[in-house]
């Protein structure tokens, strides 16, 4: 059985260091066994990966690459908070906000982005509740905003 290191390896993925928010927020909030994260978007090396409204600028799958990215980054801040994605029981709910056209109602297709990568990742662990929510716009022009709760095993 391979730890989520040697998965992350395997896949290609080397997780970002997480950048210092700008605004008045922290990223963590633990409470008990439950752990909160702010909303988290595409960025690497601290650009977009991809700009635009879903149904417009972009396809299905440039936003469920958004939505992986997105989550690479959400994988990141947990590994800086927790020193180990072991530490991860279980991931109880995920909220995915896709900016979109007023037509566009595929977003549970580019949230799927992500929840595939926490699947392929944390296997059963990475099972989830899940909302996937059109909105006409997101913070800087962002295609795909997600926020999620995990529980920690300690």
Do not use: W
Request: with cysteine; aromatic share 6%.
């Amino acid at each position: 059985m391979s730890t989520i290191k040697e998965k992350l390896e395997k896949m290609g993925i080397d997780l970002p260091k997480p950048a210092e928010p700008k605004f008045s927020y922290i990223p963590v909030r633990q409470t008990g066994n439950l752990i909160y994260l702010s909303g988290m978007d595409c960025r690497v090396n601290g650009e977009l990966i991809y700009k635009g409204k879903l149904g417009k600028d972009l396809s299905i799958e440039q936003g469920q690459k958004a939505a992986r990215q997105t989550m690479i980054n959400i994988l990141g801040v947990l590994q800086n908070y927790l020193g180990d994605l072991e530490r991860i029981e279980k991931v109880i709910k995920v909220l995915g906000f896709v900016s979109s056209t007023p037509d566009f109602v595929e977003q549970p297709y580019v949230i799927n982005g992500a929840s595939n990568l926490l699947v392929e990742v944390l296997g059963e662990r990475g099972k989830h509740a899940r909302s996937a929510i059109g909105t006409n716009v997101l913070p800087f022009d962002t295609p795909v905003e997600i926020e999620i709760i995990i529980e920690s095993k300690d």
